[in-house]
């Protein structure tokens, strides 16, 4: 599997609160990418990263953050979460955009 | 970004072949199809990836028609393991980012 991590795994927050999930990874990749899925919706990109500090939004991008200020890691942050970010998160990695390998995702829970 | 349909769900019986095919009418000269599987709490897969005609690895073969409006994933022999969702994508090589739609749910039975 390739060098990716997410973390946390899990995570339990309260509506309005802010939350960072992170993407770690070790396989000197240039692209990196955060995708959110839901039941019905398949996996939908929030925001992707090009290279340090350059990022683009996705389809989903509206409430979400992004900062990349390492190759290796990808930070995805819910200013202030809602109860509709209640999502599983993948983080991905590539060198080409047609050949994504996927982190483990994260499981969030906004109440 | 070529738009891509696909059936929502299949079923097969071990053993079997299972075809999937995905209908892609708007794809550019430039675009490249590929497939990703996707088990339960995991993140999805690279599987395959084609331009044009036929191209087999160890785990599929995909077939794709001169007009390249549609591509069709072939699974041979199937097993319980294979039960997955399976994604088609298309996007050129200097894309940088990709479109997973719903996907197709396949289920295999003993």
């Known amino acids: 599997d390739a060098g990716i991590t997410q973390s946390p795994r899990h995570k339990v927050t309260e509506t309005g609160t802010p939350v960072t999930l992170r993407c770690h990874q070790t396989?000197?990749?240039?692209?990196m990418y955060w995708y959110r899925q839901d039941p019905g919706h398949g996996l939908r990109l929030i925001h992707y990263s090009y290279g340090v500090k350059d990022t683009d939004k996705g389809e989903v991008s509206d409430g979400y953050s992004v900062s990349r200020s390492k190759t290796e890691d990808f930070l995805l942050t819910l200013e202030s979460a809602t109860s509709s970010q209640t999502s599983v998160y993948f983080c991905?990695?590539?060198?080409?955009?047609?050949?994504?390998?996927f982190g483990p995702g994260t499981r969030l829970t906004v109440t | 970004l070529a738009k891509t349909t696909q059936p929502i769900s299949m079923d097969s019986y071990e053993g079997q072949e299972v075809n999937i095919t995905c209908s892609h009418n708007n794809i550019a000269t430039n675009d490249y199809i590929t497939w990703y599987q996707q088990f339960p709490s995991q993140g999805p897969r690279f599987i395959i990836q084609?331009?044009?005609t036929k191209v087999t690895n160890e785990v599929a073969s995909l077939f794709i028609p001169a007009d390249r409006k549609s591509s069709t994933l072939s699974l041979p022999r199937v097993s319980l393991s294979d039960t997955a969702v399976y994604y088609c994508l298309v996007g050129d090589q200097n894309t940088d980012k990709l479109i997973f739609g719903t996907g197709t749910r396949l289920q295999v039975f003993p």
């Open positions: 396989e000197n990749h240039r692209y």
């Open positions: 991905a990695i590539s060198e080409s955009a047609r050949e994504q390998y």
């Open positions: 084609g331009y044009k």
